[in-house]
């Protein structure tokens, strides 16, 4: 979700308008509008201090990314292929692909 989604999906859940919010956070309406529309993207300062201004709180987190350089060893792997070999690895993985998107959902 982004910034502009965040805002403007609470705004609308706590039935308040662009005006209302803005005097809230002493701010103008034009500046809530730009925020909305992903015009600007705030700062986690200001993002906190419109949550708040609607009774809300900005919690922030982050979750693991790829570990190591993984993709690059395999990129670098899949360089060392010739053409041919690439074409036969993609047929594979379509077939595999195509093969669990057909099992459909189990019971």
């Not at 609308?12 to 034009?30: E, F, M, N, Y």
């Not at 419109?50 to 979750?63: N, T």
């Not at 350089?69 to 594979?92: F, K, S, Y």
């Amino acid at each position: 979700m982004t910034a502009a989604e965040l805002v403007c999906n609470t705004r609308r859940r706590h039935g308040i308008d662009q005006r209302s919010l803005a005097r809230r956070c002493r701010t103008s309406q034009t500046h809530i509008s730009r925020i909305e529309r992903g015009d600007v993207s705030p700062s986690i300062q200001t993002l906190d201090r419109i949550m708040q201004a609607m009774g809300e709180r900005l919690e922030v987190g982050s979750v693991p990314g790829p570990r190591g350089n993984q993709p690059i060893r395999q990129l670098r792997a899949d360089m060392r292929l010739t053409p041919g070999e690439r074409i036969v690895q993609a047929a594979e993985l379509s077939h595999a692909l195509t093969t669990i998107a057909g099992a459909g959902p189990r019971a």
